[in-house]
């Protein structure tokens, strides 16, 4: 997989005008073209359950690696890395001012195997949620509440007060599937990730829909932008998740 420069960064933005955005598509249910978020971040908020605001039972135990492999291709699509033959070539170390991306980057091996880096990182980063969440809640789009009893804070948890973007990922997804829509390839490798993480019944509703899903799963190469290397790269992934992972 080669990499690519520039536009796949996601980039500081105007939240009131980003806000703006987000609600006319969904108001329209409209699908949109490029990922507004990081790939890790749309994976992030899909995991979520919407009333506990915790992570749904079905992913928790494989949705770090979904995490790790999503800011690895991202510093790939951003020309960071580049992926040859399933190895790890660094290209540059330049901080890319996204906290989770700067610490995958920094911590990856030159010449490490792929499947090799997902299984370290896993198990030498910490703090990945804390650190989606951060960005989330600095977007506008989480917000960290405390319950209590009689002022004395019991737990903690996570709710999304702007639903839209969530609607806005999950509309695009369906899009791909059911219409063929033409997305940027950030939206192509969230959706292989979706998949991988047990989240598709989360976008898809009935099971029709789901058996569609995952029938462009199996093919790869039907996504847009995904050219021959990185589909054997998401192919490599998904193999990964279903061999060597708990279900």
Known sequence: MSSKKADSTPEPFDID??????????????????????????????SLGDAEGQLLKKTEKVIDYGLIVGGILQLSLMGSISLEKGFIKIISTKQTGHIFLDKV???????????????????????????????????????REENTLFWIPLSERIENVNYAYEKEIRNTLRALVLRGFKNDVSFSILFSLTHDCHLLSEV????????????????????AGVDEDLAKILGLISHFFIEKLPT
Request: proline residues 2%; without cysteine.
């Open 17 to 46: 005008q980003l806000k703006a955005s987000v609600r006319k598509s969904v108001e329209l249910e409209e699908p949109i073209h490029e990922l507004r978020l990081s790939i890790s971040e749309g994976l992030y908020l899909l």
């Open 204 to 223: 898809f509703g009935s099971t029709s829909e789901i058996a569609d899903a995952k029938n462009w799963v199996k093919n790869p190469k039907k996504l």
């Open 105 to 143: 980057l920094k911590n990856l091996t030159e010449g490490g195997g792929l499947i090799e880096e997902i299984l370290r990182l896993k198990n030498k980063l910490k703090k990945l949620h804390d650190d989606l969440e951060e960005l989330l809640i600095g977007r506008g789009i989480l917000k």
